[in-house]
């Protein structure tokens, strides 16, 4: 079993910043990619970034130069650094592992951006 928590959401105003973080455990043979995904009330799921285990990144167009995945494997953590925040980007922010053809999923950490 795979156990991802988040940390690090809150309540922000328009133009700050927050920085998520994500603590995989369990039994983790290998991680071939985590990231992050959100979901808005009312709205499917998306994803936001990711990064494999050969550094590659990935980002939502609309996060692009706003938004910062990284990683240490070495401690089976990843984060997201978020600035310029947006009302748009209130959502409930959920870390992702991926290995193989095998997603695990964390509970979700709430991000609020006041306007």
């Known amino acids: 079993q795979v156990q991802l928590v988040e940390s690090g959401g809150g309540l922000v105003q328009t133009g700050g910043s927050l920085r998520l973080s994500c603590v995989a455990s369990?039994?983790?043979?290998?991680?071939?990619?985590m990231g992050w995904h959100r979901q808005a009330p009312g709205k499917q799921r998306e994803l936001v970034a990711g990064?494999?285990?050969?550094?590659?990144?990935i980002y939502a167009d609309s996060v692009k130069g706003r938004f910062t995945v990284s990683r240490d494997y070495t401690k089976n953590t990843v984060f997201l650094q978020m600035n310029r925040l947006k009302p748009e980007d209130t959502a409930v922010y959920y870390c992702?592992?991926?290995?193989?053809?095998?997603?695990?999923w964390g509970q979700g950490t709430q991000v609020t951006v006041s306007s």
């Open positions: 992702n592992l991926v290995r193989g053809s095998v997603y695990y």
């Open positions: 990064i494999t285990k050969l550094n590659r990144t």
């Open positions: 369990g039994t983790i043979f290998s991680i071939d990619a």
